[in-house]
């Protein structure tokens, strides 16, 4: 039976090929040729090295059916060499000159892309950058100057506001800075010669605008507006004209919830208890009962926590935070041993120099604590919080909460909060320097804007009073 079947089909291609029968052409739809001129290769990636320095270029091949990827060459072994990281090719500059970087369709020859490098000289760029003030008022202006030495090639610059307290018009070496929201921000100026990337950054301070908004400058004025109590919701923008002493004021549980803005100007509100509940010790207490809003430098000092404050979660600022803390000085002494507390279930409460809770989305950045290590209460508070909102550790752990500390500096060495039966421990403290003694450390390892702070050798960071 198959014989008989190839029998006829051999005659009837006979019978065709007498009759006038054509063979297949190369305009065939279904040649090889036909399945292959539509495959593109194309190269992208820097286009300057250095001698002796190697870079990353890709490769794509599209509309190849077959995925039959690419060979790669150069047209000058001399000038660069290469090598082939699946869809990359890895190029190294060895001496100075130009060649072309040639990556080839294996499934068409015929199909390549050209690219061309040029080596330069090993040489060691130095970027500058000068700003023409560093302290403005929101909507003022900085005007920036860039500039490179020891480099020939081409420059092309990238200007960014690293914490978008402003916006940046840029004209190649030079462009304007226009601040806009409050606060402490880092400008970078950055070029890339291969696969080197060279920056410069310089510190700016954006003073707020405070028309409008409604002063403090006695102690009668932070109890009238701050600390006005029964678990008021204040919001409205204030700012300080002086350093405030409350002459040992004691702040119970029922304080605000602030949900504005307060601008400290670098003073600090002083000498002052935080009392808590003296009925319940599981109720928080804080300066305020909670912070929703955004506190601008400004410090909390002389503070103590005591026996009547040793409540779950208690702090200095608050007990629970979903706002944004920036440049903030906090100085407690906690006078209570709160493991003298301890339950059956041998549970007790911790508190905080900071903040009891952090919460989902919050930014600390650029926090100094100074914790009393000689008080009998030193080692049941946390130097940043007590209880973190979420993490992965606990019994019915709920999803970890997402929070910003960034540029956090203290004495203490009792950081992260208290693992507990709904969350872990702080997960992440890249952003905490800790342990640190204020008499022995160079002022030039804080991260600190010195528009802000006032920075010295063997000395704590202290906030600069500015007033308007």
């Known amino acids: 039976m198959k014989k008989t079947s190839l029998f006829l089909a051999l005659a009837c291609l006979t019978l065709l090929s007498s009759c006038g029968g054509t063979e297949t052409s190369s305009e065939d739809p279904t040649s090889q040729s036909s399945t292959t ?31 039959g990827g690419f060979t790669a060459s150069v047209s000058d072994s001399s000038i660069l060499s290469y090598a082939v990281d699946g869809d990359y090719i890895n190029v190294t500059g060895l001496k100075i000159g130009t060649a072309n970087v040639i990556a080839t369709s294996v499934t068409d020859p015929t199909v390549s892309d050209e690219y061309e490098i040029s080596v330069v000289a090993v040489q060691n760029p130095v970027l500058s950058l000068s700003a023409d003030n560093t302290m403005i008022m929101q909507n003022g202006t900085i005007n920036l100057t860039a500039s490179v030495t020891d480099y020939d090639g081409a420059v092309s610059y990238t200007w960014k506001s690293l914490y978008s307290k402003g916006s940046i018009q840029s004209n190649g070496e030079t462009a304007v800075y226009t601040g806009t929201r409050i606060g402490s921000d880092t400008i970078q100026v950055s070029f890339t010669v291969g696969s080197e990337v060279y920056a410069q950054t310089v510190e700016v301070y954006v003073n707020a605008d405070h028309t409008g908004w409604t002063a403090i400058s006695t102690a009668e004025d932070v109890y009238d507006n701050l600390l006005v109590g029964n678990n008021t919701t204040i919001g409205g923008n204030y700012y300080l004209t002086n350093d405030i002493d409350l002459g040992g004021y004691q702040i119970y549980a029922d304080s605000t919830d602030f949900a504005g803005n307060l601008d400290g100007q670098g003073y600090s509100i002083k000498n002052f208890e935080i009392m808590g509940n003296t009925e319940s010790d599981h109720t928080n207490g804080g300066f305020f009962c909670s912070i929703s809003g955004n506190l601008y430098a400004i410090g909390f000092e002389e503070a103590v926590i005591g026996e009547t404050g040793s409540a779950w979660g208690t702090s200095v600022l608050c007990c629970a935070c979903t706002g944004n803390l920036e440049n903030i000085l906090v100085d407690v002494s906690h006078t209570y041993n709160n493991a003298l507390l301890i339950d059956e279930n041998e549970w ?3 508190n905080a120099a900071l903040v009891g809770i952090f919460k989902e989305g919050t930014t600390y950045r650029n926090i100094v604590v100074n914790v009393d290590e000689t008080a009998d209460g030193y080692g049941t508070i946390f130097a940043d919080n007590a209880y973190p909102a979420g993490g992965s550790a606990g019994t019915s752990a709920q999803n970890a909460q997402t929070f910003t500390v960034e540029n956090f500096y203290t ?35 804080y991260a600190l804007n010195s528009e802000v702070w006032t920075l010295a050798n063997n000395s704590m960071p202290t906030l600069t009073g500015r007033g308007e």
């Open 37 to 67: 001129s539509n495959i593109k290769v194309t190269i992208s990636g820097e286009s300057t090295v250095m001698v002796g320095k190697t870079i990353q270029l890709s490769v794509r091949v599209s509309r190849d059916s077959s995925d």
């Open 348 to 350: 007790f409460p911790f």
């Open 411 to 445: 004495n203490s060495d009792v950081i992260g909060g208290s693992a507990w039966e709904w969350g872990s421990t702080v997960e992440d403290t890249s952003g905490y320097t800790i342990d640190i003694s204020w008499s022995t450390t160079s002022a030039t390892e």
